[in-house]
């Protein structure tokens, strides 16, 4: 669970024009780095203008109290953010929130180095986690595999609930034959946070593989992300 920041600034009701410089958001961060300015702060720069009786970091927190935590306010699309109870949020603003999150996700991700092999499920969890934790809707992907267990492709086959009508190895085999790949492994993400394979999930899994071997294209695993947790299928013995 996040854990607030001990740093917010008092309540005020003035335009941030109006404060002494030492605390309006970007002169404070220009002086003493990002690190010492709080969330709210943080978020109303990227805010810029508040409303006619909110500063721009008096709409930030209250953005962040009605949604909880970073992490929740993160997965938000720009027509969440445009709702009438998140005051002062536009089209441009709310734009400019959700870029902000998502170059944070590929940041996150781009630690793990994509010339490096793949050689265990935490690779995979670190590689691919924080691009599909938050998501609201399921996401099924397969990642291509050189002979040096190194990723060469990413691609996603569906999205929506996982199911055998949808999630057809024809799918998932077509990209790695045109790939050329030596191997693959699947990648999914639960939205409800449980890690636990659904009886979908093991018999989509179990098709796949069966059809991999036939076709010549082992899967190495299927992953499944729930939250910040996740499950290896290979692991548990379910391929």
């Known amino acids: 669970m996040e854990t607030p920041r001990s740093n917010e600034p008092p309540v005020r009701y003035t335009a941030i024009k109006e404060w002494p410089e030492d605390e309006r958001p970007r002169e404070k961060l220009i002086k003493h780095g990002a690190s010492s300015l709080s969330d709210s702060e943080l978020l109303a720069i990227l805010i810029n203008i508040g409303t006619e ?34 005051k002062g949020i536009g089209t441009a603003k709310a734009v400019t929130i959700v870029a902000a999150f998502e170059l944070a996700r590929r940041f996150s991700t781009s630690d793990a180095d994509a010339s490096e092999p793949i050689r265990s499920p935490e690779d ?38 996982l199911n055998s009508s949808l999630t057809h190895p024809r799918e998932v085999f ?66």
Do not use: W, Y
């Open 124 to 161: 995979v969890a670190r590689r691919c986690g924080p691009e599909l934790r938050d998501l609201k809707q399921e996401v099924f992907k397969v990642l291509c595999l050189n002979s040096a267990n190194k990723i060469t492709q990413e691609r996603i086959i569906t999205k929506g609930l």
């Open 53 to 86: 009786n909110l500063s721009a970091v008096e709409v930030a927190k209250k953005l962040i109290l009605q949604h909880r935590t970073l992490r929740n306010l993160s997965s938000l699309s720009v027509a969440d953010l445009r709702q009438k109870k998140n």
């Open 174 to 239: 077509r990209e790695a034959i045109l790939e050329n790949a030596a191997s693959v492994i699947l990648l999914h993400n639960h939205p409800s946070g449980n890690r636990e394979p659904s009886r979908e999930d093991i018999a989509i899994t179990k098709q796949i593989v069966e059809a991999g071997k036939i076709i010549g294209i082992p899967v190495h695993d299927h992953i499944i992300i729930a939250g910040n947790d996740f499950t290896s299928m290979m692991e548990r013995g379910l391929l």
